[in-house]
């Protein structure tokens, strides 16, 4: 079969909104639908490989996809995506031939309230929780006094355990975070720290010598106008993921919370 974007959808559609797994024509590409499942998703969490099971894999690191196998999965790669695991590879079938497979499962994501006191909150401990990241840190050796030394000022604190944390990616597919800060509106007192795919900017009002009190403001594409948010960045994000009546909110188009992964750790 021709492997397009159109018959991914295809495929995804046959197996339903629930779990559901199959097994695909043996000259598949199985490599070409892992590309064409990552342009989508992302970077995959390998969790069988050559029949040797991940033992990190549990049910928060989609170990329902595996289920249908029993011991039979040879590879297995796997993406978090809202509230649904997707995965593709290759296992053995009944008659112990090796074929690739396309697999769905169910994601249970916690879902935290959506507003909370303000008082003594880890605001990335909650983002890790609002998203379910169960990952290691995938950038914890960034090299934060060159950076800084080269911007000329220090960060926030929580930004760069957001970075540290979540590496290079974006927040529900849509929040791209930036891994340094870009200096393209310093002369406006911005800083920028991530950006969405609709091209609005997220900044912070670089003012003062504590980068931790700094506000953040969201520049819209079209430049027309700044809104500004007495927020730290970690908290800023918590707030757009799942307070509804936050004005730059992404509550209201998913139920869920992911970071897409766009590379490996």
Known sequence: MEL?????????????????????????????????LGG??????????????????????GAALLVPFE??????????????????????????AERP????????????????PDEDVDWMERLKEITGWTRPAQRPDVDWAEMESRLGT???????RMVETFGVG????????????????REDGLLIWAGTEHEDLYCWRADGDDPDRWPVVV???????????????????????????HPYTMARYFDTHWFMSYRVS
């Open 4 to 36: 397009t974007q159109a018959a991914v959808d295809d495929l995804l559609t046959r197996l339903g909104p629930g779990d559901g797994h199959m097994y695909l024509p043996g000259d598949l590409d199985v490599h070409e639908l892992t590309e064409l």
């Open 40 to 61: 989508r998703y992302g970077v995959p969490r390998t969790l069988v490989l050559d029949g040797f099971t991940d033992p990190t894999v549990d049910e928060s690191r």
């Open 71 to 96: 011991d039979r999965a040879v590879t297995i790669r796997a993406w978090a995506y809202g509230d649904r695991w997707i995965a593709t590879g290759t296992a053995r079938d009944a008659e112990g």
């Open 101 to 116: 497979v396309l697999t769905v499962a169910h994601r249970e994501v916690p879902q935290p309230l959506a507003v909370v």
């Open 154 to 160: 220090a960060l926030p604190g929580d930004y760069k």
């Open 170 to 185: 974006a927040f529900d597919a849509y929040l791209d975070l930036n891994q340094e800060p870009w200096a393209d509106l």
């Open 219 to 245: 520049r819209s594409f079209d430049n027309t106008k700044d809104h500004l948010f007495d927020s730290g960045t970690a908290r800023f994000v918590c707030r757009i993921l799942v307070d509804p009546h």
